[in-house]
């Protein structure tokens, strides 16, 4: 399991296409940029806004929602504790774990 910033649909698919059948598992942890951007404990929302940062995804970058993830994680809905058990449902339910 890894977790990756990957904005572009085209990048998410070559990885995908990298892996055998079904060792490739998107997880697409949804959430708004207003939510972002309020949890934003660095202030890199605010920077990026002002010019500071270049190509920050959301804001100066675009971010392309994923076609077809295996699961959805509604972060701005569920808590941390809910959405680590979700994962683990998936998993069990997949027989992985």
Known sequence: MTAFIS???EDRDLVRSLMAD??????????SLEECERRDVKGLYEKA???EIGQFTG?????E??????????S????????VHTVLDYLRQ????
Do not use: N, T
């Open 7 to 9: 904005p572009f649909q």
């Open 22 to 31: 079904g060792e490739f598992i998107e997880v697409y942890v949804k959430c």
């Open 49 to 51: 806004r002002a010019g």
């Open 59 to 63: 804001i100066s970058s675009p971010y």
């Open 65 to 74: 929602e994923p076609v077809a993830p295996e699961l959805v994680i509604e």
């Open 76 to 83: 701005g809905k569920l808590s941390v504790e809910q959405s």
């Open 94 to 97: 997949k027989g992985i774990i």
